[in-house]
């Protein structure tokens, strides 16, 4: 009797988790963060004082109970998403606490939009971290699509349904007034809205992407199959409209126009969804005298210097001031911006730190929109690609309408940075943003189990997927 024996198994050795760097990257942030705080008390003539540093040290606690979440929930998460997003945070802070400064100086009156924002900022972790304790895997937020999408939905319409005195400011209905506090829901519904895309997209990418008629080297969907994206339209015309944020309604729509083509590959609806949304614009544009304002001002906001055009030309003086390496952190004056705290806070960078401090910025969140789109790339199921995709899709979306909006590239919208702006349901939602983003990289970078290298000529052939034309 003879033995046959087995060829070798290799194990193919586990992925190193990177938590260490994590937490080098965190103490890097920190000192960064730090340094900011003391240039801007100097320059403010405020003196330098020890228990500045406890700003540092707080720091390091809060983004410290991150990176243990972390460390035992989600040990493969990318290592350098929550440092540079703890950076931001912390440069955020730093900038609202010098605009405190210069307006409790001007009215005598104290401000404590600092001091609110590294509350919300407790908040924000918390909720990431909380997010990463229990959901476990990703896939299960795509079993609840459709009541994900029916709460995104509730959530754009609430405002819009409430008198104006609990939900419009600056003239636009995007707010939930609740007594001490109140919450912009639009920023909760792009991610719910964003599940539900994915997760719909996932169920009937084969209906999408097998049918339909070829036209001019496309090939459009059928009629029927057009729901999708005529409810995506109507949604965001609809807060156009009816809540005058053209803002949301671009990154909704756009959001979900790309996940769309991820989807599907499939240039013709990406096309389909572009004509849709010109002839709506263009419509609101002739109807409604907010939508005309916006456009108006972007093409010619000196001509109404001191009026509706103010916010975009104090922007375009602020630039001009920072040149290309800016005044120093405390030495400009971008509290002549309106809103520089919110909207404007990149203005508000542009002056202090000039082209290079705000080439930076752009480029910190450069990177994570760049590790999410490769945290798609290595996801294992289809729902998980589309979902990473999408959350880093929607943050560079958000930040070229912001960037865009300040610059007098597109028109101004009203968008916030995400996690350097004011704001408390912002800085919330883009922290459960973050947190879904890590648990699909944790599942994304996890080693299979019982992964073994086989030898055998058919574990090198390629696959093909062929589909019905």
């Avoid at 460390?71 to 912390?90: C, E, Q, S």
């Avoid at 795509?142 to 939905?153: D, E, K």
């Avoid at 895309?197 to 090939?219: C, D, E, I, N, Y």
Wanted: proline share 5%; charged share 10%; with cysteine.
């Amino acid at each position: 009797m003879t033995t046959q024996i087995q060829p070798p198994v290799a194990v193919t050795p586990p992925l190193p988790t990177r938590r260490n760097a994590e937490v080098a990257l965190l103490c890097f942030a920190a000192v960064i963060t730090v340094a900011a705080l003391l240039i801007v008390e100097a320059n403010q003539q405020r003196g330098l004082r020890w228990d500045l540093t406890a700003y540092g040290l707080v720091f390091l606690l809060v983004f410290g109970g991150a990176h243990l979440t972390l460390r035992r929930f989600a040990p493969y998460a990318d290592p350098l998403l929550l440092p540079i997003v703890a950076l931001l945070n912390g440069l955020g802070l730093v900038m609202i606490h010098r605009l405190d400064l210069v307006t409790n100086e001007l009215s005598g009156h104290h401000h404590a939009s600092a001091s609110q924002q590294m509350l919300w900022t407790l908040v924000g972790v918390a909720a990431f971290a909380l997010v990463i304790t229990f959901l476990k895997d990703h896939r299960q937020l795509g079993r609840y699509s459709y009541i994900y999408g029916l709460a995104g939905l509730i959530f754009l319409a609430i405002p819009a349904l409430l008198p104006a005195s609990l939900s419009e400011q600056n003239g636009a209905k995007i707010w939930i007034r609740f007594p001490g506090f109140s919450i912009q829901p639009a920023e909760f519904s792009k991610i719910l809205l964003l599940i539900f895309f994915s997760a719909v997209l996932v169920a009937k990418r084969g209906l999408f992407t097998s049918v339909g008629k070829h036209l001019m080297g496309m090939t459009l969907p059928r009629p029927r199959d057009l729901a999708p994206l005529l409810a995506a339209w109507v949604i965001s015309v609809g807060v156009m409209v009816f809540e005058k944020d053209l803002g949301t309604s671009l990154l909704l729509y756009a959001s979900f126009l790309v996940v769309v083509y991820l989807a599907t590959q499939r240039f013709s609806w990406v096309v389909i969804g572009l004509v849709l949304f010109t002839a709506g614009s263009a419509v609101a544009y002739f109807i409604f005298e907010h939508v005309r304002i916006r456009v108006q001002m972007w093409w010619d906001p000196f001509s109404d210097p001191d009026g509706h055009g103010y916010q975009i030309v104090q922007s375009l003086f602020s630039f001009a001031t920072g040149g290309i390496f800016g005044t120093g952190l405390g030495n400009g004056q971008p509290d002549t911006v309106p809103a520089a705290s919110t909207d404007f806070i990149t203005a508000a960078f542009g002056e202090e730190l000039g082209l290079v401090g705000l080439s930076s910025i752009l480029m910190l969140y450069t990177i994570v929109i760049v590790r999410g789109l490769r945290t798609a790339i290595a996801s294992r199921d289809s729902f998980g690609k589309l979902l990473a995709a999408g959350l880093a899709s929607t943050l560079a979306i958000q930040l070229f309408i912001v960037v865009g909006g300040v610059t007098q590239l597109i028109p101004l919208t009203g968008l916030t940075t995400p996690w350097m702006s004011y704001g408390g349901s912002s800085l919330l939602a883009n922290y459960v943003l973050l947190a879904i983003l890590a648990r699909v990289s944790h599942s994304a970078r996890h080693p299979s189990r019982n992964r073994v290298r086989d030898t055998s000529p058919i574990a090198a052939a390629g696959t093909e997927v062929i589909e019905r034309v």
